[in-house]
């Protein structure tokens, strides 16, 4: 009788466990961070992104096609619009360079990615078609994330807002899957970027100057502080000279573990620059894309 009923609470209890999936941190539920996503228009040199949507009406139903698309996909999407005329209203613009506008109301905009849109009417004697093409950035970074190209078929006297709803739609879903993939391996490993350590031509120290408390060379007390800094310890060292040390792959947290704000290479350089300082060592620091530059003074 025991062994029967043994075999019976097995068989209740086996099909619940075949459907239980671990995570990394332990629990018994695969979690799926969804990021969330703000639609942006694709601008050529000396456009303004502030104002480009007032100017061209194919470019404002383009965005809000295409936010519809992931929208009915369940995405998580932020209004661009919405989020322009906010930061117009606070003042939050402090340069009139078009990138660093652009960089300004997409780091305000608190999304997660950013997703350019260029649309082009084609208009020909067969009909007239559009051209859409889909470039996904990871916002800390502005690293591509996934990149797609969708052209509609072609109408006399077309509805541009159906074009554009069309050729997003043969794109969509198999955009959004690689966004969505590319995140998810960011999310569990980190953010890569490359710090690239130099010694000024007027500086005392090399990278094998002993500094610090344990009078360890310079180079080895960098590679302790990346060991204990870096997310999960993930870092890569392509090679170290008297003059230059590069890691040409270190992870940083997609997001701030104290604030759960998004993450980036500027929050992390600041961490470096306040380590070099700690060492007596004067430094300076610039941040282009996903790399930062550290000069040892």
């Known amino acids: 009788m025991k062994s029967i009923i043994q075999i019976l609470i097995a068989l209740i209890i086996l099909p619940g466990l075949s459907k239980v999936s671990f995570c990394q941190d ?4 695969v979690v799926t961070v969804q990021p969330s996503i703000m639609v942006i228009p694709y601008t050529k040199k000396g456009e ?12 404002r139903i383009a965005i809000t096609k295409i936010k519809e698309a992931f929208d009915q996909r369940g995405s998580s999407t932020i209004d661009f619009v919405a989020k322009l005329k906010t930061a117009e209203e606070l003042s939050i613009f402090t340069s009139d360079n078009q990138t660093d506008i652009k960089t300004q109301i997409v780091t305000f ?8 849109s260029e649309v082009y009417i084609l208009e020909q004697e067969s009909g007239t078609s559009v051209k859409l093409i889909l470039t996904g950035f990871l916002t800390s970074t502005a690293s591509s994330l996934s990149n797609k190209v969708a052209e ?5 006297n077309p509805d541009i807002g159906k074009l554009v709803s069309q050729a997003v739609e043969q794109i969509a879903e198999e955009f959004l899957n690689t966004m969505q993939e590319k995140f998810n391996e960011i999310n569990n490993n980190g953010v ?41 310890n993930y870092y890569h060292i ?56 550290i000069t040892i003074k």
């Open 26 to 29: 332990g629990s018994n539920e």
């Open 238 to 293: 392509q090679g170290t000279t008297d003059l230059r040390m590069l890691f040409d792959m270190v992870r940083i947290p997609l997001k701030d573990p104290n604030t759960g704000n998004n993450y980036n290479t500027n929050k992390f350089a600041l961490k470096i620059y306040k380590f070099i300082k700690s060492l007596g060592i004067s430094c300076g620091k610039s941040i282009k894309g996903n790399t930062i530059y």
């Open 48 to 59: 303004d992104i502030r104002t480009i949507l007032e100017a061209d009406v194919n470019r």
């Open 109 to 116: 905009s608190g999304a997660d990615i950013f997703v350019e």
């Open 152 to 156: 509609s078929r072609k109408f006399y």
């Open 192 to 232: 890569p970027i490359i710090v690239d350590f130099s010694i000024a031509e007027s500086s005392e120290y090399l990278m094998s100057t002993e500094v610090g408390p344990d009078e360890l060379p310079l180079s080895d007390n960098i590679e302790i502080w990346m060991e204990e800094n870096a997310y999960k």
